[in-house]
């Protein structure tokens, strides 16, 4: 049978970029696709989508207006829209982009390959954006790539509500996976070359997955997973606080395997916002929550995201956000200008900040957690760094990169690929704007 040839453009989150290995992994199991990174050699071109930042409708049909030049000369190629506009937007993707062959959710791209013969052979258009319960995990095949670290998403949905987020009116509710399942896939990876597993959820420290017919705990998952042969690492991404657990803390002291380095959104670092954004923590309490994980684990570094802008923002409120990043001094971070999401309640908010005010204050939002970011980057020069061999720099053949227990990018002079896979000790030499460089020891 002759392949036919796949291309996927992924926006937005980790989430998403699971989700696309997964189409690439279904399509070429049930209809014989492969991957091409050409656009113009491809019979099925697949864009999924993000909804979280404003414009991002517009992102989308910017895409497909590219994308239609290509199917004027071709117009055997189909193009298929995913992911959480798709989900938002269903059918008026169609209506306004009749160029489009086929519009599927998060929770029903297991249903691509059927819906892509559908169209085929009837030359009807095709929406799907149900919300069918962990069925789709049935149906995805195994990752079997040969992988330094792979993602295994555990559960889908969110049950939070937060004022300015659209995920539980594009992903759903919360629905845990079985833990079994999830184990046998993890262990499935191990057997292939996983050292580290990174397990996904838009609320993920809220999993309560099936195990001997009661429901487990994210901590109890960890636990059985660092039991399995060849999980040197495991990592977990996003939590929420509110959901943070005493169990899931006691965890760090457990388990070496769960590595030292957490995501930890706190969106703002004033109640009075917090409040209106629906978090359902006090920053007193995100503080003691930080607190209680270095008790454990003193070495922890933090990650956050954060939303600057937000309707009513004001000066003080931006001030006691800056205080709270000179407090925990994150390692990392996200840093967005508040956008508004349709179907929130915080879109109803009236937005009296302007734009000149909200770029002011991401500017020096962003210039500070780069100096704290880049602080710990310097820290580590001259220090040996354990970690993972991930695969060949992609600005540079003649360079390998790993990522340190804190998820740093190490690039390093080599051409021994069989490292790849492996735990090694690197010295570090320089602090990068990204990454650090660093040499074989």
């Not at 994308?67 to 306004?96: F, H, M, T, Y």
């Not at 409040?275 to 570094?301: A, G, N």
Request: proline share 4%.
């Amino acid at each position: 049978m002759t392949s036919k040839k796949l291309y996927i453009k992924t926006h937005g989150c980790q989430m998403n970029e699971y989700d696309s290995a997964k189409i690439a992994d279904l399509l070429a199991d049930e209809d014989n696709f492969e991957l091409t990174t050409n656009e113009h050699e491809a019979d099925l071109m697949v864009l999924n989508t993000c909804s979280i930042r404003e414009k991002a409708q517009e992102k989308v049909f910017h895409q497909i207006g590219r994308w239609k030049k290509i199917k004027d000369k071709n117009p055997n190629l189909k193009i298929a829209i995913g992911g959480c506009v798709a989900s938002q937007e269903g059918e008026k993707i169609i209506k306004r982009a009749p160029t489009v062959d086929i519009v599927f959710g998060p929770q029903s791209l297991h249903k691509l390959p059927k819906l892509y013969n559908e169209r085929v052979n009837n030359e009807t258009r095709q929406v799907d954006i149900s919300f069918p319960k962990l069925e789709k995990f049935s149906y995805l095949p195994q990752n079997s790539k040969d992988e330094p670290s792979a993602f295994v998403s555990i559960m889908e949905g969110c049950n939070k509500y937060c004022s300015f987020c659209v995920v539980p009116h594009t992903r759903g509710h919360e629905v845990s996976r079985p833990v079994q399942e999830i184990l046998e896939e993890v262990s499935m990876l191990a057997d292939n070359g996983a050292r580290e597993i990174h397990f996904l959820g838009q609320n993920v420290n809220n999993f309560n997955g099936m195990l001997d017919g009661e429901k487990s705990t994210l901590a109890k998952l960890i636990e059985l997973t660092a039991k399995i042969e060849n999980v040197d690492r495991i990592r977990f991404t996003t939590s929420h606080p509110f959901e943070f657990k005493d169990d899931l803390i006691e965890t760090y002291d457990r388990v070496p395997e769960l590595v030292s380095h957490v995501h930890l959104p706190v969106q703002s670092g004033s109640d009075r916002i917090l409040k209106l954004m629906r978090r359902r923590y006090e920053i007193k309490q995100y503080y003691e929550l930080v607190d209680k994980i270095v008790e454990v684990r003193p070495e922890m570094k933090f990650s956050s995201d954060f939303i600057v802008g937000f309707p009513g923002e004001t000066d003080e409120d931006f001030i006691e956000t800056m205080s709270v990043v000179e407090k925990i001094r994150f390692d990392e971070s996200f840093s967005f200008i508040y956008s508004p999401r349709p179907n929130t309640p915080a879109a109803e908010m009236e937005d009296n900040v302007s734009d000149s005010i909200k770029k002011e204050r991401l500017q020096e939002l962003q210039s500070k957690l780069y100096y704290f970011s880049n602080g710990y980057s310097r820290k580590m020069v001259g220090t040996s760094q354990r970690i993972l061999v991930m695969g060949v720099s992609k600005k540079d053949p003649g360079q390998l990169y790993g990522r340190t227990v804190c998820n740093k990018v190490v690039n390093f002079t080599s051409q021994n690929v069989d490292l790849i896979g492996q735990f090694i000790n690197i010295q570090i030499v320089e602090a990068l704007p990204n990454s650090l460089k660093g040499n074989l020891k």
